[in-house]
T-cell receptor, first 112, second 112 residues
């Protein structure tokens, strides 16, 4: 049972580059979300989705795009990477918006 | 909007009892959750309180007082493996209760 799978685990980007962080879950969860975690800042919500075709912005959405074409996948796109986006990114899913979150193992991103 | 306040650090010794407090401000309330995160790992769900009172799960208990906008996580018979960060979280009413917003976390250090 894989749960929530995030790829890659580590990534280094140069300023201005774009990339996609992948997130997939095999639990048939309707709700998926992306958080970033920075030292002393806790987990901050970037974007979330309550089902395929539906997405909404969280606390810190600027510089990121998401789409939800299938129930299983919820990729996070960085359009033009900036050093301020250096962070650990967590994808999480839940049965519905009221259920406990299941987190992936994170992607550690460094932008130079 | 919403905000959560919790202490940044707590220290204790093995076998002791520790309480991690969380105060919150929300325009609506859909329950208080607690998550644990070990260093380098992913957050994992610990407990959820929707109503006032104490919820017990083994060595961990969580309390909620909605009238005081206050809750706490109680950890008993502390073990070294309990050294981790603990996050309280509430749902964001502005987004129809669909987004989980986290506090900045409390780092618990357990010594022998």
């Amino acid at each position: 049972n894989a749960g929530v799978t995030q790829t890659p685990k580590f990534q280094v980007l140069k300023t201005g580059q774009s990339m996609t962080l992948q997130c997939a879950q095999d639990m048939n969860h309707e709700y998926m979300s992306w958080y970033r975690q920075d030292p002393g800042m806790g987990l901050r919500l970037i974007h979330y989705s309550v089902g395929a075709g539906i997405t909404d912005q969280g606390e810190v959405p600027n510089g990121y795009n998401v789409s939800r074409s299938t129930t299983e996948d919820f990729p996070l796109r960085l359009l033009s990477a900036a050093p301020s986006q250096t962070s650990v990114y967590f994808c999480a899913s839940a049965t519905d918006y009221n259920s406990p979150l299941h987190f992936g193992n994170g992607t550690r991103l460094t932008v130079t | 909007g919403q905000s959560l306040e919790q202490p940044s650090e707590v220290t204790a010794v093995e076998g002791a009892i520790v309480q991690i407090n969380c105060t919150y401000q929300t325009s609506g309330f859909y329950g208080l959750s607690w998550y644990q995160q070990h260093d380098g790992g992913a957050p994992t769900f610990l407990s959820y309180n929707a109503l006032d009172g104490l919820e017990e799960t083994g060595r961990f208990s969580s309390f909620l007082s909605r009238s005081d906008s206050y809750g706490y996580l109680l950890l008993q018979e502390l073990q070294m493996k309990d050294s981790a960060s603990y996050f309280c979280a509430v749902r964001d009413n502005n987004q129809a209760g669909t987004a989980l917003i986290f506090g900045k976390g409390t780092t618990l250090s357990v010594s022998s």
